[in-house]
């Protein structure tokens, strides 16, 4: 079966900080991944897709960038985080963009 | 103008009551999406639909192309089916999400 990972579960970095989120998945290969972000009281926003290593695409501008440097590893980072960076992130993963998507457990960022 | 509107924002519910979330959406779509997000943040799929209508336990999903729209039904409330349910739409090229409607299922 298929699993997916996120860490850290809850980050606390200060305004200027780098990022760095972790997303793996674990029991299929070549799998198409998302990076979402839902900040307070708003809904889901699809913020990076990757259909292969290497392949990023990005939905939004934005002071993020994503990486896929292995096939199940898919990284969410930023050189100097705002503090509108902060907001719940969330990696899926789905065989296609047309089948249903699979979520991690999320990674709570609060930028103070 | 959101390409995805979800109503009600808001629904409480007595446990045990029948729920219908709706979902209608302005752009041509390739599937939809239903999906419920827990108080703690985590996100399960319900549904992807494409057309007519799927069925999974207590849950019903429903989607008329013609009309874009979709609903979302619970038959036989529970506390448990408390939690934020989101509808999104894949045009072939992009993701809309609605705002979510939260549902509190009282006992």
């Known amino acids: 079966s298929q699993t997916i990972h996120q860490w850290p579960a809850t980050l606390v970095q200060p305004v200027g900080s780098p990022l760095s989120l972790e997303c793996t998945v674990e029991?299929?290969?070549?799998?198409?991944l998302y990076w979402y972000r839902q900040a307070a009281g708003r809904g889901l926003q699809l913020l990076f897709y990757?259909?292969?290593?290497?392949?990023i695409s990005s939905e939004v501008p934005q002071n993020l960038s994503a990486s896929r440097p292995q096939d199940r590893q898919f990284i969410l980072s930023s050189k100097k985080l705002l503090l509108s960076d902060s907001g719940f992130y969330l990696c899926?993963?789905?065989?296609?963009?047309?089948?249903?998507?699979?979520f991690g457990p999320g990674t709570r960022l609060t930028v103070t | 103008k959101n390409e995805v509107e979800q109503s009600p924002q808001n629904l409480t519910a007595q446990e045990g009551e029948f729920i219908t979330i709706n979902c209608s959406y302005s752009?041509?779509?390739?599937?939809l999406h239903w999906l419920q997000q827990h108080p703690g943040g985590g996100i399960v799929s319900l549904f992807m639909?494409?057309?007519g209508k799927k069925k999974h336990g207590r849950l019903i999903a429903t989607i008329n192309i013609q009309e874009k729209h979709s609903s979302l039904h619970i038959t036989a409330s529970h506390p448990r089916d408390s939690a934020v349910y989101i509808c999104?739409?894949?045009?072939?090229?992009?993701?809309?999400f609605g705002t979510g409607t939260s549902l509190t299922v009282i006992p």
């Open positions: 899926a993963w789905s065989w296609d963009r047309v089948t249903e998507q699979y």
């Open positions: 029991g299929t290969s070549n799998p198409n």
């Open positions: 639909l494409s057309s």
């Open positions: 999104a739409v894949f045009t072939g090229n992009q993701f809309y």
């Open positions: 990757s259909v292969g290593i290497g392949q």
């Open positions: 752009v041509g779509i390739s599937a």
